[in-house]
């Protein structure tokens, strides 16, 4: 069966062009004038775009003594009401299970998803069953290892483990991930704030201040410097993350950041306001920032320091999220995002000039696609790769309200923004997979992309290294014993 896409604007991450998109089957045939299918879908005055690939999603997490309200089935069918056809979770082993059986849980759990979707691999514990797996883990399509530097006691792994992980992700062309807090400061400030009556969903922010980001940010770049592998720092909220990034990548670093549309848009006000629930729902590491942290997200998007935007859609109700009534340690850190990623970075970044149409592409999708090493299966508008697109109307408005949408919690971190632009329609390899509000895939039609291993010499870091290797230093005036 072949479909035509005509009479839309083609976008890529470099090229604005009118012209038709033959597809047959899964994939992209042909691209040109006055092409013609079996049937028919009409573009005229829309954007045609590559889908959405979200490379930081939370579905079922088990987390905090819960689990994310999101599960596959329902995290991707917002997915694609939001024009993203691909997601990128997380797989997280248990103290006492290692990646490969961890990755079969995982596989479960993602049978019911209605996107195309691929893991990062947790290493939420580090020893011999860990540094042994790696490769097989790789050899099964992951090709990057998430650390978590925060969440002390619980998912955090310490810098010896770090390093050891990230030499060898080295070894075996794989990057590493870090969640960048200072997980010591964090548990410090909390017991802290608590002792002092702090106990609302405000202190969440005020025990992860953007200092103990940067400082690990900063930390994390020197550890993946030493071993060798390039870096890719999730959820960069602040400006001082943003400066150690924007830093190595000058020296040379091959040092990634991924801001959420979440921290580029809403700031720390929410966890002033009167309503508990209010403050709480919007709980989540890092916190949101003051408005300055903005503007520096911003500009590292358009000038090229951060390179993709995401979400780590996290979803909890209001209920889980009333586990921290008097303990704001203990509400579950996390916010959804993933139906209104593309609407709102076009409303705020396209329509208010920060961002052009081809950038709002690289860093929603095409950026994502090839640091994760899928391009040009995914981000791309090229015969052969795969036909994720949405058809993207720039006239169409709507106010985002929790009332409509797919996820299955109860409200929005975005409630009440209005937005202009809005994908009217998702395609998933091929088969149209949403239209103007109603979910056209199955549960079931997501399928595993495997994300093969880097090359290592052309994602290794700086090659100053080489040049600095140690050398023994030979020596002919030996000091006598004794003298
Ligand atoms: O608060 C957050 N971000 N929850 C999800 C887990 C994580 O740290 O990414
Ligand atoms: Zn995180
Ligand atoms: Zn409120
Ligand atoms: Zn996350």
């Not at 103290?95 to 195309?116: E, H, I, N």
């Not at 091959?254 to 919007?282: K, T």
């Not at 975005?414 to 103007?436: C, D, H, I, N, Q």
Request: hydrophobic fraction near 40%.
């Amino acid at each position: 069966m072949t479909t035509v896409i005509k009479g839309g604007t083609i976008v890529t991450a470099d090229l604005t062009y009118k012209a038709d998109i033959l597809i047959d089957g899964e994939t992209i045939a042909a691209i040109g004038p006055d092409l013609a299918g079996d049937e028919t879908i009409d573009a005229s005055g829309a954007y045609v775009m590559p889908g959405g690939i979200d490379p930081h999603t939370h579905m079922e997490m088990p987390f905090m003594g819960t689990f994310s309200a999101d599960d596959f089935d329902t995290g991707t069918a917002a997915a694609l009401a939001g024009g993203t056809t691909m997601t990128v979770d997380f797989c997280l082993p248990d103290p006492d299970q290692g990646p490969l059986d961890a990755l079969q849980v995982w596989f479960q759990k993602a049978g019911p998803a209605r996107t195309d979707y691929s893991f990062h691999m947790g290493v939420t514990w580090w020893g011999q069953k860990f540094f042994d797996e790696m490769p097989k883990v790789v050899e099964a399509g992951i090709n990057t290892f998430k650390h978590f530097m925060a969440y002390k006691g619980a998912l955090m792994v310490n810098d010896d483990e770090m390093f050891a992980s990230f030499t060898r992700c080295a070894e075996i062309g794989a990057m590493p991930l870090v969640h960048a807090e200072n997980g010591d400061v964090v548990a410090f400030l909390q017991q802290k704030l608590m002792a002092q009556g702090n106990n609302g969903p405000e202190a969440h922010a005020y025990s992860r201040p953007p200092e103990v980001e940067g400082e690990a940010v900063n930390r994390a770049i020197m550890i993946a410097d030493q071993a060798g592998v390039p870096l890719y720092v999730v959820h960069t909220s602040c400006e001082q993350a943003h400066e150690a990034i924007r830093r190595a990548r000058q020296k040379g670093m091959r040092v990634y950041g991924e801001p959420l549309i979440q921290h580029l848009v809403l700031d720390d006000s929410e966890y002033a306001h009167a309503d508990w629930d209010h403050a709480a729902r919007r709980v989540m590491s890092p916190p949101f920032r003051d408005k300055s942290h903005q503007d520096s997200l911003w500009a590292g998007l358009a000038a090229g320091s951060l390179q993709v935007v995401a979400t780590d859609h996290c979803a909890f109700t209001t209920k889980q999220k009333r586990m921290g009534l008097g303990d704001f340690t203990k509400i579950p850190n996390g916010t959804g995002g993933l139906e209104d990623r593309l609407a709102v970075l076009w409303t705020k970044g396209v329509v208010t000039g920060r961002l052009t149409m081809n950038e709002f592409v690289a860093v929603t999708s095409t950026n994502i696609a090839k640091i994760l090493n899928i391009y040009p299966k995914k981000g791309a508008i090229l015969p052969g790769a795969d036909a994720d697109l949405i058809i993207f109307d720039p006239k169409a408005t709507k106010t985002i309200s929790a009332k409509t949408q797919k996820s299955a919690i109860d409200y929005n971190v975005f409630e009440g923004v209005e937005v202009t632009g809005l994908p009217v329609m998702t395609l998933s390899r091929g088969k149209l997979a949403y239209k103007e509000g109603d979910i056209r895939a199955e549960k079931g039609d997501g399928r595993f992309v495997e994300r093969p291993a880097n090359a290592p010499v052309s994602k290794a870091l700086s090659t100053w290294k080489e040049l600095t290797a140690p050398r023994k230093v030979e020596r002919t005036g030996i000091p006598m014993s004794g003298v």
